[in-house]
């Protein structure tokens, strides 16, 4: 089993940045990839990042390319979501999730934080 824990959310005006970071717990990430989705009120959960463990491939939603960097730091089994130039739509519960690197499926998610984005 693989707990993750979101934290770094918050109120932030258009244009300002924040850090958001995912722990993992339970298990070491080395055989998993990790993404990052987002859910705006009244709207689908949508992708936003992904990083594949092992090799750091990297793989950002174009409504973010450019503005948002998905990395990880091994030693400290956890996964950060930097984010530049927020905007109002950037507004959402955002929400990490892992699943094992050969699989479709995101298995494990975590809690959620929330970001808002004034304008």
């Known amino acids: 089993q693989v707990q993750l824990v979101e934290s770094g959310g918050g109120l932030v005006q258009a244009g300002g940045s924040l850090r958001l970071s995912c722990a993992a717990s339970?298990?070491?990430?080395?055989?998993?990839?990790v993404g990052w989705f987002r859910q705006a009120p009244g709207k689908e959960r949508e992708f936003v990042a992904a990083i594949t463990w092992t090799s750091g491939f990297t793989l950002h939603a174009d409504s973010v390319k450019g503005r948002f960097t998905i990395s990880r730091d091994s030693a400290k089994n956890t996964v950060y979501l930097q984010m530049y130039s927020l905007k109002p739509e950037d507004t959402a519960v955002y929400y990490c999730?892992?699943?094992?690197?050969?699989?479709?499926?995101?298995?494990?998610w975590g809690q959620g934080t929330q970001v808002t984005v004034s304008s």
């Open positions: 999730a892992a699943r094992l690197s050969y699989a479709t499926t995101y298995n494990y």
């Open positions: 339970g298990r070491t990430l080395s055989s998993y990839s």
